[in-house]
C-alpha cells in the first residue's frame, strides 16, 4: 500500500484537498463536506489514507480503506 496521503485542510476561503508528494495544485472546496467527499472518493480509487484536519490545522480524523470514513475519531 503506498504511504502517501490526502489531506482535507483549512483553505483562505473554504476548504482544500492536498495530495502529499504530488506536485499537483489543491483542489478548493467551499464547504468541508465536499471536501471530505472529493478526499474520500480519491483515496478510496487510489488506496491511500484521508486525513481530515481542524481549522487550526491539527488532525481530528484519519482514515484508511479499512476503516469507515466517519469511524476513527481522535
Same mark, same amino acid.
Do not use: C, Y
Given at each position: 500500500?503506498?504511504? %502517501?496521503?490526502?489531506?482535507?485542510?483549512?483553505?483562505?476561503?473554504?476548504?482544500?484537498?492536498?495530495?502529499?508528494?504530488?506536485?499537483?495544485?489543491?483542489? %478548493?472546496?467551499?464547504?468541508?463536506?465536499?471536501?471530505?467527499?472529493?478526499?474520500?472518493?480519491?483515496?478510496? %480509487?487510489?488506496?491511500?489514507?484521508?486525513?481530515?484536519?481542524?481549522?487550526? &490545522?491539527?488532525?481530528?480524523? %484519519?482514515?484508511?480503506?479499512?476503516?469507515?470514513?466517519? &469511524?476513527?475519531?481522535?
Amino acid at each position: 500500500m503506498s504511504t %502517501r496521503i490526502i489531506s482535507v485542510v483549512p483553505a483562505e476561503h473554504g476548504w482544500a484537498l492536498e495530495i502529499e508528494s504530488l506536485a499537483e495544485k489543491p483542489q %478548493r472546496f467551499s464547504s468541508l463536506e465536499a471536501a471530505i467527499a472529493a478526499g474520500w472518493n480519491r483515496a478510496k %480509487r487510489e488506496n491511500v489514507e484521508l486525513h481530515i484536519h481542524r481549522q487550526d &490545522g491539527t488532525v481530528r480524523l %484519519r482514515s484508511g480503506l479499512a476503516d469507515d470514513p466517519l &469511524g476513527v475519531k481522535e
